[in-house]
């Protein structure tokens, strides 16, 4: 055999293998349909009556929760109310984490689990478009550069002041701050998570896991005003990344709102890829371009985050190319729109699709 075709079957099977292993890491590990978290505090004629009130308050408090996860703000005014039997249906177990009980009293945490199939009934018969993913944890690191330079990671300013003021229960994209603490110190510092530098951001993610990492900056003098917002989002799993456009701001003052307006970014965005309409699907025929290993792999990668992509057959595979057929919910359009959040771009060339990690 050449030994040119000899190099072409070994990289074909190398991404063959690469492609399975994607496959099974990025499998879910959870549905989506659990609420955790949520704390109650009743009362009642008795603490029997206090504690089953305090239960059924929990799962009403967990189904919005889980309604604001799921469904967009413009459409939840289509989901009918439900009353507490049709509720408890909807209900597959309730995991008590702590609880308190006086006379007539009942304080507790609860993790309320859904069934899936019962929540898609109730929330799909309304024509209501879903978010069929689990949310996907943030961690933050604020940073604020000011003439000297940047400030340490543990430094309490107003910008990580107003990241630790943010509700982001119920979000798609919970967040967790940074400690700023010696380990995470050791990790990285506050001029490598300025810059980006990935191999830190890597190192200090062992300890957070999370699949998302928000590096969120302040410029400017913190006595003068005049700052200026930016910074940059990472992708963990798939290696992507986004920036947060830089914008002014008159003063401190303004920096809860930024904060609001970064954290609500990243949750549309992430809304926006979990987001499937089941009331049509179609399938496309694309071809991914392959010039490295590595191509191929963080195609196959991101398009298992995406709900709205039903299945992904890999009819050939070469060095140079894997032609696919794509599976999915929605418009083409729509996919578009879709791949191009997860940072895949979909295009025609000369009557043939290609699809490429941007």
């Given at each position: 055999m050449p030994i040119g075709r000899v190099f072409s079957t070994i990289a074909a099977a190398l991404l063959a293998v690469l492609a399975a292993n994607v496959?099974?890491?990025?499998?879910?590990?959870?549905?989506?349909?659990?609420?955790?978290?949520?704390?109650?505090?009743?009362?009642g004629a008795d603490a029997v009556q206090a504690r089953a009130q305090g239960i059924r308050e929990a799962r009403r408090k967990a189904l919005g929760l889980l309604v604001n996860r799921m469904v967009s703000a413009e459409d939840r005014a289509r989901l009918p109310q439900i009353d507490d039997a049709q509720l408890e249906n909807m209900v597959r177990g309730v995991e008590f984490v702590r609880e308190r009980s006086a006379p007539n009293r009942y304080i507790a945490t609860l993790n309320v689990v859904f069934a899936p199939d019962a929540v898609k009934s109730y929330l799909g018969g309304t024509g209501a478009r879903i978010v069929e993913t689990v949310p996907r944890p943030a961690l933050v690191i604020p940073l604020w550069k000011g003439p000297a330079g940047v400030e340490p990671l543990n430094d309490r300013n107003a910008w990580r002041e107003a990241w630790q003021q943010l509700d982001s229960a119920g979000s798609a994209v919970p967040v967790t701050l940074l400690r700023g603490d010696p380990t995470d110190q050791g990790a990285l510092s506050a001029e490598q998570a300025y810059v980006g530098d990935v191999s830190a951001l890597a190192r200090l993610n062992e300890r957070y896991r999370a699949p998302t990492i928000i590096v969120a900056t302040v410029d400017g003098d913190k006595a003068s005003g005049g700052l200026t917002i930016g910074g940059m989002r990472y992708d963990t799993q798939t290696g992507a990344r986004t920036e947060i456009p830089r914008i002014p701001v008159a003063s401190a003052s303004d920096?809860?709102?930024?904060?609001?307006?970064?954290?609500?970014?990243?949750?549309q965005d992430w809304r926006s890829i979990g987001t499937v309409r089941r009331d049509s699907q179609d399938s496309l025929d694309v071809v991914v371009p392959i010039r490295a290993l590595g191509d191929w792999v963080q195609v196959r990668q991101r398009l298992g985050a995406i709900p709205a992509v039903k299945a992904v057959t890999v009819k050939t595979l070469e060095s140079d190319r894997a032609d696919l057929k794509l599976d999915y919910f929605g418009t083409t359009e729509e996919l578009q729109r879709t791949l191009a959040q997860a940072g895949l771009s979909l295009s025609q060339e000369a009557g043939q699709w290609q699809l490429q990690a941007r």
């Open positions: 496959a099974v890491a990025q499998s879910p590990g959870g549905t989506g349909y659990d609420v955790t978290g949520v704390d109650v505090d009743v009362t920096l809860p709102a930024a904060v609001k307006a970064i954290h609500a970014k990243a949750d």
